[in-house]
């Protein structure tokens, strides 16, 4: 897989110190990604490449490895596609290693950065697509909070979500009707949820998630969302099975 890499350019007016005469203020803030590729780069420094050899060939030597095989291309689209249904899935599918049984998983499509093309899965596409130190976490919500959860999730047109769920919208980003393994969901009933930790924390506009009860954040490196994908993608090779995943309906719009 082609490695991209980006720069976030942020644009600010700065301030100088109040001793100076003429002051400024910040009055606008912008950013953007801009691709890295030979449009700015060119002309190689040799110096700089034969510096950077021995250092590129070590992270190969650790990024290079195969472990897994996907037997179609997983991409990652709102309001639900291929990639975001198998990630809340391994999310659920972890929780046993924990000593958990998750109602549901969520995972948010925004920290998804990498698709996987068809084929082989090295360690380096995985460090692609989940770049971020986000760890497993499990909590307890109402069933209140749920359905607010899955509001939230409908107006940010959409996140990762487990087998278990199913979500009509209408096309205003409104929430008509969801139910969890089938059921409506009780709002006296307690559900246990497994997500990662940015998004437990209320982030990407999933507040729901700060009133959630029996918080249990996990800490350890091995506890990193891409290593319990590892571990998923390993396990199925290891019965001999590809990675699949396609959309489901979980997620419909209607009218």
Known sequence: MKKISYILLMVASLGVAPSCTTH??????????????????GAIDQKVSDFMRPFQLEVDKEMSPVIGRAAMPLESFKPESPLSNLL????VWAGSQYGEKPDFGVYNIGGIRASLAQGDITIGDIYDL?????KICFLTMSGEQVLQLLRQIVKTGGEGISS???IVADSQKQLKRATISGKEIVPTSSYRVV?????SHGNDGLLAFKDATDRRELKDAKDLTRELIMGYIRHQTAQGKAIESKIEGRYIIEE
């Open 24 to 41: 400024y203020r910040v009055s606008d803030i912008t950013r953007t990604r801009l691709l890295v590729d030979q449009q700015y780069d």
């Open 195 to 199: 997500t990662i930790d940015y998004l």
């Open 88 to 91: 809340p899935d391994v999310l």
């Open 164 to 166: 278990e769920v199913r």
């Open 130 to 134: 989940a770049p971020f130190e986000n």
